[in-house]
């Protein structure tokens, strides 16, 4: 499954603060619960997740593409993992860590102090 998105997309969250909030709860909860590694290679983050959690990742992907339409979503079944690679554009390198702070994440609490969407994103 492959989400790509337009470069054009501006480099923004849509979600209000509340929304946000969530949504770093429910990925943490996710990551506690299936993560089992995450790579960063530049603009690149490739996540790892359990076998069992392929609905969630799917989920999340999906959610993520409403929200931040500027990062590119691959993801893949392969064995016994489920591998969802985020790309950012170039126009977010400066972010990119930021950005990618969530989806490696633990601890909502954490994240919530980190969001990497520009201005353009509510806390």
């Avoid at 993560?35 to 690149?44: K, Q, W, Y």
């Avoid at 359990?50 to 593409?65: F, G, I």
């Avoid at 392969?78 to 633990?106: D, I």
Wanted: aromatic share 6%; with cysteine.
């Amino acid at each position: 499954m492959v989400g790509t998105i337009s470069e054009a997309a501006p480099i923004a969250c849509t979600l209000d603060a509340g929304d946000f909030k969530e949504r770093l709860a429910w990925i943490a909860d996710l990551n506690r619960r299936a993560l089992l590694g995450a790579r960063r290679d530049d603009l690149r983050l490739e996540l790892t997740y359990a076998p069992y959690a392929l609905k969630d990742v799917h989920e999340l992907m999906c959610r993520e593409q409403q929200c931040c339409a500027f990062l590119d979503f691959d993801l893949r079944v392969e064995g016994n993992a489920v591998r969802l690679v985020v790309t950012a554009p170039e126009a977010a390198r400066e972010a990119a860590a930021l950005v990618f702070e969530p989806f490696q994440s633990k601890d909502a609490v954490a994240s919530a102090a980190s969001c990497g969407c520009n201005s353009g994103c509510a806390q």
